[in-house]
């Protein structure tokens, strides 16, 4: 089917290590990105392609795929990361777009 | 620096139109592929509608296929999306996103601030 699956959400306590992950039949065929939102304001990328960061991206932030899944890792997670994050692919056609429901990370 | 910066949210009554408009600096626009992606409230982030560099290539989301246009002015830097026949479900924040693709690699690596299209009578 044409989407992506996200848990609703995630918890890590401070300084562990947390992955999110995202399932669709259509990131056999193209990597997964991962964007950051925190509560009013525009979403940010984070991880693109096999495991890249814009700048400024603090590499804590890692991506891996695997099948048909993709994961967004946080190494050591601040509180400055508690948001929420969305994959989105192509989807198997490549003409459209999707996101996954997004997970609420909780820092605790 | 790259800056997009979506206009013409509004308050508008079920059924009727509205435009948005999206001006884009800081990066050479005709290079780049635009979408717009909305955010009702309380919601995650829903696909709406891509538009080529060239114009040559448009795909819109099911929800809104038929109803909204995606169009762009490169002489002006501006990306547009018509929406017509607007319901409570159009409600939303309309971001504007600059997209980088690359094989079967692609991402949205800048956003604008978003405008609100509140649709209610």
């Known amino acids: 089917s044409s989407e992506l699956t996200q848990d609703p959400a995630v918890s890590v306590a401070l300084g562990q290590t947390v992955r999110i992950t995202c399932q669709g039949d259509?990131?056999?065929?193209?990597?997964a990105s991962w964007y950051q939102q925190k509560p009013g304001q525009a979403p940010i990328l984070v991880v693109y392609?096999?495991?890249d960061r814009p700048s400024g991206i603090p590499d804590r932030f890692s991506g891996s795929s695997s099948g048909n899944t993709a994961s967004l890792t946080i190494t050591g997670a601040q509180e400055d990361d508690e948001a929420d994050y969305y994959c989105?692919?192509?989807?198997?056609?490549?003409?459209?777009?999707?996101f996954g429901g997004g997970t609420h990370l909780t820092v605790l | 620096e790259v800056q997009l910066v979506e206009s013409g949210g509004d308050l508008v009554q079920p059924g009727r139109s509205l435009t948005l408009s999206c001006t884009a600096s800081?990066?050479?626009?005709?290079?780049?592929?635009m979408h717009w992606v909305r955010q009702a409230p309380g919601r995650g982030l829903e696909w709406v509608s891509g538009i080529s560099w060239n114009s040559g290539t448009i795909g819109y989301a099911d929800s809104v296929k038929g109803r909204f246009t995606i169009s762009r002015d490169n002489a002006k830097n501006s990306l547009y999306l018509q929406m017509n026949s607007l319901t409570a479900e159009d409600t939303a924040v309309y971001y504007c996103a600059k997209y980088i693709s690359v094989g079967n690699v692609g991402y949205f690596d800048n956003w604008g601030q978003g405008t609100l299209v509140t649709v209610s009578s």
């Open positions: 259509s990131l056999r065929n193209y990597y």
């Open positions: 989105n692919s192509r989807d198997k056609s490549g003409n459209f777009w999707m």
């Open positions: 392609g096999k495991d």
């Open positions: 800081g990066f050479t626009f005709d290079n780049y592929g």
